[in-house]
C-alpha cells in the first residue's frame, strides 16, 4: 500500500479544506512546497490513483437542492448474493451512497447500507421499492434522519508533524 | 435558486475534475462559460451552502486513521443528554437523529484505527448505553452521478 510521504501529506493538509476559487489554484501551494505546477497535479494525481482520494470533485447538500428527504436504507442480503446485489444498486441514480458493513446478530441482521434521497418521504419510500422490486426483493428497512446536529467532517493531520488539530469546526 | 448554468457546472464536475495549471478554465471551455464567471459560479454556490465543499475525498483507512458508523438506542427522555455527550468527542463528525429504536447515528474519524475501539468505550461509558459499531467493510462505488 503506498504510503504518502512528507510533501504528500502537506498536499493533504492543504486541499483538504476545499481547492482555492482563483484562476491558478496549485499554484500557492507549488510557491510554497518549491514544486512546479506540473509537479503538484502529478503529486495528486499518483494520490488519486493509489486511492488516497477517493474522489476529487464537489459534494452536493442535497437539501439545499430541495431534495428534502433522506433516508439511509439498510438490507439484509445473503452473504451469497451480497456482492451482485449492492453493484446492482450502485446503478440506480437516487442511490449515493452503498457500504457493506458487519451484522450484530441477532439485534442488527442488517449487512448493505444505502443512502438514498427524494424530494420527500414518499419519493424515498416509492424510490426504495422500486430498487427492492428491481434487486431481488430482500428484508430492509428505511431509517428517514430527523435531524442533523454535527457535519464537520473527517480533518486529517500531517502525521509528520507532532501538532493535533481537533474537529472544531461545529 | 439556481439556473442552468449551476446545473451545468455541477453535473459536469461531480464526474471529476481536471487536473492541470487552469483547471477552471478548462471547466469553463468544456460548458462554453468564461473561466471567471465558473469561479463566481462555483463561489455562489458555497455560499449558497448547495455545495459543501469543493475538494478532495479522502480515503480515511488509507491515510492510518480509523472510520467508523455507531449507532445508539437512546431514551427518548435522555436524548439532548446523550446528544449533547456523543458530540462532544472531537472524533465524531457526523450525528444525526433518526427514525429507529436505534435513532442516534453518528461518524467516527481518529488518527488511528485503535483509537475507534477507545473512543467507543468511553462513550459507553459516559452515556451507559451499548454502541453498536458497524464499519465499513467494503464500499460499492455509484455507478451514476446525480443530476441536478
Redesign the interface.
Known amino acids: 500500500?503506498?504510503q504518502?510521504d512528507a510533501i504528500d501529506w502537506q498536499i493533504?493538509e492543504y486541499?483538504?479544506?476545499?481547492?482555492p476559487?482563483?484562476?491558478?489554484?496549485?499554484?500557492p501551494l507549488a510557491t510554497q512546497l518549491g514544486l512546479s505546477?506540473?509537479h503538484l497535479?502529478?503529486r495528486?494525481?499518483n494520490?488519486?490513483h493509489?486511492?488516497?482520494?477517493?474522489?476529487?470533485?464537489?459534494?452536493?447538500?442535497?437539501r439545499?437542492?430541495?431534495y428534502q428527504a433522506n433516508g439511509?436504507v439498510v438490507w439484509d442480503v445473503p452473504d451469497e448474493q451480497l456482492i451482485d446485489t449492492?453493484?446492482h444498486?450502485?446503478?440506480?441514480?437516487h442511490?449515493?451512497?452503498?457500504?457493506?458493513?458487519?451484522r450484530?446478530l441477532p439485534?442488527?441482521p442488517y449487512n448493505l447500507?444505502t443512502m438514498i434521497?427524494g424530494l420527500n418521504r414518499q419519493h424515498v419510500i416509492a424510490h426504495v421499492a422500486a430498487l427492492n422490486e428491481a434487486c431481488g426483493s430482500f428484508p430492509h428497512?428505511i431509517?428517514?434522519?430527523?435531524?442533523?446536529?454535527?457535519?464537520?467532517?473527517?480533518?486529517?493531520?500531517n502525521?509528520i508533524k507532532t501538532e493535533?488539530k481537533?474537529?472544531?469546526r461545529? | 435558486?439556481?439556473d442552468n448554468n449551476d446545473r451545468a457546472i455541477?453535473n459536469h464536475?461531480?464526474?471529476?475534475?481536471p487536473?492541470?495549471?487552469?483547471?477552471?478554465?478548462v471547466v469553463a471551455e468544456h460548458l462554453g462559460l468564461t473561466?471567471t464567471e465558473v469561479?463566481q459560479r462555483?463561489?455562489n454556490l458555497?455560499d449558497?451552502?448547495?455545495?459543501?465543499?469543493?475538494?478532495?475525498?479522502?480515503?480515511?483507512e488509507?491515510?492510518?486513521?480509523g472510520?467508523t458508523?455507531a449507532a445508539l438506542k437512546v431514551p427518548p427522555a435522555r436524548f439532548d443528554q446523550v446528544?449533547a455527550m456523543v458530540?462532544a468527542f472531537?472524533?465524531?463528525?457526523?450525528?444525526?437523529?433518526?427514525?429507529?429504536e436505534?435513532n442516534m447515528?453518528?461518524?467516527l474519524?481518529t488518527?488511528t484505527p485503535q483509537r475507534i475501539l477507545a473512543v467507543i468505550a468511553e462513550i459507553e461509558q459516559q452515556t451507559g448505553l451499548k454502541v453498536?459499531n458497524?464499519?465499513?467493510?467494503?464500499?460499492?462505488?455509484?455507478?451514476?452521478k446525480?443530476?441536478?
Not at chain 1, 15 to 19: F, K, R, S, V, Y
Not at chain 1, 50 to 62: A, E, S, Y
Not at chain 2, 13 to 17: A, D, R
Not at chain 2, 90 to 100: I, T
Open positions: 500500500m503506498y504518502p493533504i486541499i483538504q479544506e476545499g481547492l476559487l482563483v484562476h491558478r489554484p496549485y499554484a505546477e506540473t497535479t502529478s495528486i494525481a494520490l488519486h493509489t486511492g488516497i482520494i477517493k474522489r476529487f470533485g464537489i459534494v452536493i447538500h442535497h439545499r437542492l430541495g439511509m449492492a453493484q444498486f450502485t446503478q440506480f441514480v442511490v449515493t451512497l452503498c457500504y457493506q458493513r458487519s450484530h439485534q442488527w447500507f434521497h428497512e431509517l428517514f434522519s430527523q435531524q442533523c446536529f454535527k457535519q464537520c467532517g473527517a480533518h486529517y493531520v502525521p493535533v481537533p474537529c472544531d461545529q | 435558486m439556481i455541477i464536475l461531480q464526474g471529476g475534475f487536473l492541470c495549471e487552469r483547471p477552471y478554465q473561466e469561479l462555483l463561489q458555497l449558497k451552502k448547495i455545495l459543501s465543499r469543493f475538494g478532495p475525498m479522502y480515503h480515511a488509507k491515510l492510518g486513521g472510520l458508523l446528544m458530540n472531537p472524533e465524531v463528525a457526523h450525528n444525526y437523529q433518526r427514525e429507529h436505534l447515528w453518528f461518524v474519524a488518527e453498536y458497524l464499519p465499513k467493510e467494503r464500499e460499492y462505488f455509484i455507478g451514476l446525480w443530476e441536478v
